[in-house]
DNA sequence: CCGCAACATTGATAAGCATCAATGTTGTGC
DNA sequence: GCACAACATTGATGCTTATCAATGTTGCGG
């Protein structure tokens, strides 16, 4: 396995952080090449279209979470699809999958768009 | 021409309206289509750790300013390639070019990451 | 246990992208 | 005008990705 999407191991950049392991050396002026990709794959998630309507519909729901079949209509997607893209937010931090019975709830996880958008401002 | 690469009419996404042509219809709840895939254009140009690396340095330098040459070696890229990307932040809105002589000095678009990052939490 | 419904996963395919080598363009100095 | 330096562009190549059809998995109702 391990197919390597590269989409993984974006998890640490999103979450709380124990150690020194993330971000810059601290006295590094320019980002740093690990850094730097590190931090692309956030943006990787973000960069398609029916990515962001996917999260703006879940972010846009009265409960704030929506399962697989509310979504796939919107898009105009087979459900394989979706579920694909579901999975790269997911894995991007971006997104909170929560399975009850044989539905799959998504939401969005809280402060994680901020998060994200702090990754550009102090670039 | 017009070889459509997929990173071309961004700029009316970051750049000030004059009239109601962008963003959502007033009243949507979730993004549309079109939207969706004028704002996915500026993440495209974002996905990528390299060019996150040459914001970074564009950023960093003291001047404001970068020229090519001084960008290929700290990347370890050939020089078309820089270029290329390059390319691709300006048509992204995200950096400016200007050309003084032989040198192409390449500068910050003021606000344009700030600007960014609001597309994410206006989400 | 059986059939079905909701998702997830796999495999295949076509489109997109990052990179480089080679070449073109443009400005500078002689 | 000539040679050179700094970039840009083109063409080719290998890798990545978005999508779907088919299949696998899991939970619920009978």
Redesign the pocket.
């Known amino acids: ?1 391990l197919r ?4 993984m191991d974006l998890l640490p950049l999103l979450e709380p952080v124990t150690d020194e392991a993330c971000c810059a050396p601290a006295g590094a002026p320019a980002l740093g090449a690990e850094e730097a990709k590190r931090k692309a794959l956030v943006f ?1 998630a973000l ?2 279209p ?1 990515r962001l309507r996917l999260l703006s519909i879940v972010k846009a729901d009265a409960s704030g979470e929506s ?3 509310d979504l796939t209509e919107p898009l105009n ?5 979706v ?6 937010l997911v894995d991007a931090g971006l997104l909170h ?1 929560e399975k009850r ?4 709830y998504y939401s969005l996880v809280p402060g994680a768009l901020e998060q994200t958008a702090g990754l550009l401002t102090s670039l």
């Open positions: 396995m390597h999407n590269g989409y990787k960069a398609d029916n399962c697989v079949c997607l087979g459900q394989p699809t579920s694909h893209h579901l999975k790269i999958r019975g044989t539905w799959a």
